[in-house]
């Protein structure tokens, strides 16, 4: 058998000076990414709680000739227009229907915050919604708002209700109705 001198490869070398300057790149890549999904998130849960803000749970206390008729309840959304009615299946001299925007006040009232609230009462009469009256408002959180509908025509002779609005921060999910 012949010794055959075994042959050593040498491998290239390599320059740890330029794999360090590769590993500190690619360090600072992954920084930078990490930053941008983090700003991103953080982005999209103050998006998130904006939009939180801006919505408003409305209570609302009703009654007729002195009798409660309901004591419904409501989220809207900043500026846009809410309606809860009551079409009167049991006790058709109860139906009531009523339409509410509820307009944040940037700036008023010290540091309570305010709405401006747009309320349109609505009766049925003969089968049709009937306007009675529209009132716009503004209205500290927290605080309860009285408003009055008296009767003002023969249809409605004898019908004044009172309405009992109260409201606050919402919540997305829909409010139990009462």
Not at 19 to 41: D, F, G, P, Q
Not at 77 to 102: H, M, Q, S, W
Request: glycine share 8%; with cysteine.
């Amino acid at each position: 058998m012949r010794n055959h001198p075994v042959r050593e490869r040498k491998l290239p070398q390599i320059d740890h000076a330029i794999l360090s300057k590769h590993e500190y790149l690619l360090m600072n890549i992954r920084n930078i990414l990490t930053a941008v999904v983090l700003a991103l998130s953080l982005c999209g849960m103050a998006e998130a709680a904006d939009s939180a803000a801006k919505l408003y749970r409305i209570d609302l206390v009703l009654s007729r000739n002195g009798e409660l008729i309901g004591k419904p309840a409501m989220v809207v959304e900043a500026g846009a227009e809410a309606e809860i009615r009551d079409d009167g299946d049991k006790k058709p001299e109860n139906a009531f229907r009523i339409l509410v925007t509820a307009t944040p006040l940037e700036g008023t009232l010290g540091v309570k915050e305010a709405l401006k609230i747009d309320l349109g009462f609505y009766d049925k009469i003969g089968g049709n919604w009937v306007k009675r009256a529209e009132h716009s408002v503004t209205n500290v959180l927290g605080e309860p708002l009285s408003l009055a509908f008296p009767s003002t025509s023969p249809e409605t002779a004898g019908r004044n209700y009172d309405l009992v609005v109260l409201t606050g921060r919402g919540k997305a999910e829909a409010p139990a109705a009462k």
